[in-house]
């Protein structure tokens, strides 16, 4: 069965500091993984998606990689900003659905 | 961009009631989902939606539960005779062509069993 483990589970850090979130899965046969965001309250909104060929994605100040092999990818942070506080949720597409983690929640104080 | 639209935003019920929460998924998109998230707990999968019928579903998806797309626009889930633990947020999702594409989450419906 497939299990997805985020650490750490929160984070509290200042304004412009480069940040890796973890995120750690146990079956490696995934289509893809994503990396989303919520909002307390709010929906999630999708940041990266890796295909399982790929090895990272990059959008702006986000990094996310992948290795399949070891169970593992990271998101990375650069220059944290206050409006970036959130929880961010790892998901790996698992068949026909997503299997998400327990999420990180981040606040980036100025 | 483009969104999944859902509502109400917020359904307070007595248990034992039927609920109806209803999603517009984004247009062009052809593969629909139903996930919720107990508060404190992970986003959990209930179930998958193409071509008019399930594709898959978790255990969470009991007969107290169903989907329809009435129309060529809504995807909505019913709970039949709502408990005490349904209450969770519950997300609406669509993807356009392949389920190894990003997925469109709504905002949610907040549903609250009394």
């Known amino acids: 069965k497939q299990e997805v483990t985020q650490i750490p589970a929160a984070l509290s850090v200042p304004e412009g500091e480069n940040l890796v979130l973890n995120c750690s899965f146990t079956d490696s046969a995934i289509y893809n993984l994503q990396w989303f965001r919520q909002d307390p309250g709010k929906g999630l909104t999708s940041l990266l998606l890796i295909q399982s060929s790929q090895r990272e994605q990059t959008s702006g100040r986000l990094n996310a990689s992948l290795d399949k092999s070891s169970g593992r990818s990271t998101l990375y942070i650069a220059a944290s900003q206050p409006g970036d506080s959130a929880t961010y949720l790892c998901a790996v597409a698992h068949t026909d659905k997503l299997i998400f983690g327990t999420g990180t929640r981040l606040q980036v104080f100025p | 961009e483009p969104e999944v639209t859902q509502t109400p935003s917020h359904q307070v019920t007595q248990m034992g009631q039927e609920v109806i929460l209803r999603c517009v998924p984004i247009s062009n998109h052809l593969y629909f989902y139903w996930y919720r998230q107990i508060l404190g707990q992970k986003v959990e999968f209930l179930v998958s939606?193409?071509?008019?019928?399930?594709?898959?579903k978790s255990e969470i998806f009991d007969d107290q539960f169903s989907v329809e797309r009435p129309d060529g626009s809504n995807f909505t889930l019913k709970i039949r005779s709502t408990k005490l633990e349904d209450s969770a947020m519950y997300f609406c999702?669509?993807?356009?062509?392949?389920?190894?594409?990003?997925?469109?989450f709504g905002s949610g419906t907040q549903l609250s069993v009394l």
């Open positions: 999702a669509s993807v356009a062509y392949a389920t190894n594409e990003k997925l469109f």
């Open positions: 939606f193409y071509n008019n019928e399930i594709s898959e």
